[in-house]
């Protein structure tokens, strides 16, 4: 909680100034999971290794927000779920990672539309990412 509470400062900085009624842009939040989701994946030889990584979600109000927070337990199981169903080697390449994040932020989008009607996630972004 205090990450999103330091962004938020940060973001709402250069906002002070004066903005006029046609200049209207979005003022985005963050939200971190805490802590870090770690989960395993299996490797073709049945081999067993582990995938650490830190999630933040890039929200476009406060609304958002609320959504996630209250629906955090079910966002973390959809996240263990789909970085356990990867092979290493997709786990391991650039644009394996890059296209985990993308089908991520699409599941879990999905995921609070069933719940809420919404999908509040703007992008989804891994802070940290480690494979042991």
């Known amino acids: ?5 330091w962004l938020l400062s940060m973001l709402t ?7 006029s009624a046609n200049d209207h ?5 963050y939200f971190g999971l805490e802590p870090d ?5 299996t490797s073709e030889t049945n081999k067993i290794g582990f995938i650490s990584v830190a999630v933040e979600f890039m929200l476009a109000d406060n609304n958002g927000l609320d959504i996630i927070e209250m629906h955090e337990p079910l966002i973390r199981d959809k996240i263990i779920s789909l970085l356990g169903q990867q092979s290493p ?3 391991r390449s650039l644009t394996g990672r890059e296209e985990i994040r993308k089908e991520i932020q699409n599941e879990v989008n999905n995921l609070l539309k069933q ?3 919404e999908a509040v996630i703007e992008n ?4 940290k ?3 042991m």
């Open 115 to 117: 719940e809420t009607g």
């Open 124 to 127: 989804l972004l891994f802070t």
């Open 25 to 29: 842009q979005p003022v985005y939040i």
């Open 89 to 91: 080697q997709h786990l």
């Open 1 to 5: 909680m205090n990450k999103l509470f």
């Open 37 to 41: 989701i770690i989960t395993n994946y």
């Open 129 to 131: 990412y480690l494979l």
């Open 13 to 19: 900085a250069p906002l002070s100034t004066a903005v």
